[in-house]
T-cell receptor
Framework: EIVMTQSPATLSVSPGERATLSCRASQSVSSYLAWYQQKPGQAPRLLIYGASTRATGIPARFSGSGSGTEFTLTISSLQSEDFAVYYC??????????FGGGTKVEIK | QVQLVESGGGVVQPGGSLRLSCAASGFTFSSFGMHWVRQAPGKGLEWVAFIRYDGSNKYYADSVKGRFTISRDNSKNTLYLQMDSLRVEDTAVYYCAKDYCSGGRCYLGSLDYWGQGTLGTVSS
């Protein structure tokens, strides 16, 4: 099973600032990496697939990068609606699909 | 628009059973692989099970293998999760989700639409 590790667990950022979230895989997942956003009481929402491709309707301020075992999600200028928990997930070698533990982006 | 609506959650004693349903609309259900993902209270996401678009392949997390059964009825646009021998640690919100496909290509395991979830609580 591929273990996904996200850091930091919590990120405190001011509105308008850049946020950089990290995700590491225990073995290579190539570019089969997705990012999701989850707000309280809501289902997760797909942001990025293929490590760097934005899903339909996702604003350009969200960008993904990386391949192999190291990945980054960058939010270029945080808006109020972006404060949420973000999960990375690999789909290269499954079952099982595996998710990271999440990074909570909170208002500084 | 795509809609996934789960139902069937509730409170059950350890060792009991629940059957979850996920009603799909707004897309060609019979063309997409479907998943169940769960989230224990205050915890992260855990993948539970997958079924291929035609029901020919099914995969399970080790934590539920032999106790949970995923199935689908393409004539009713509905996905199911039969949960037997339930344990306290199975308590979670259960989401159904579909595989993401775009431009004629499917990215199996990336999940683009999720339902709102249904809470299953296992408690004595």
């Amino acid at each position: 099973e591929i273990v996904m590790t996200q850091s930091p667990a919590t990120l405190s950022v001011s509105p308008g600032e850049r946020a950089t979230l990290s995700c590491r895989a225990s073995q290579s997942v190539s570019s089969y990496l997705a990012w999701y956003q989850q707000k309280p009481g809501q289902a997760p929402r797909l942001l990025i697939y293929g490590a760097s491709t934005r899903a339909t309707g996702i604003p350009a301020r969200f960008s993904g990068s990386g391949s192999g075992t190291e990945f980054t999600l960058t939010i270029s200028s945080l808006q109020s609606e972006d404060f949420a928990v973000y999960y990375c997930q690999q789909y290269n070698n499954w079952p099982p699909l595996t998710f990271g533990g999440g990074t909570k982006v909170e208002i500084k | 628009q795509v809609q996934l609506v789960e139902s069937g959650g509730g409170v059950v004693q350890p060792g009991g059973s629940l059957r979850l349903s996920c009603a799909a609309s707004g897309f060609t259900f019979s063309s997409f692989g479907m998943h169940w993902v769960r989230q224990a209270p205050g915890k992260g996401l855990e993948w539970v099970a997958f079924i291929r678009y035609d029901g020919s392949n099914k995969y399970y997390a080790d934590s539920v293998k032999g106790r949970f059964t995923i199935s689908r009825d393409n004539s009713k646009n509905t996905l199911y999760l039969q949960m037997d021998s339930l344990r306290v640690e199975d308590t979670a919100v259960y989401y159904c989700a579909k595989d993401y496909c775009s431009g004629g290509r499917c990215y199996l395991g990336s999940l683009d639409y999720w339902g709102q979830g249904t809470l299953g609580t296992v408690s004595s």
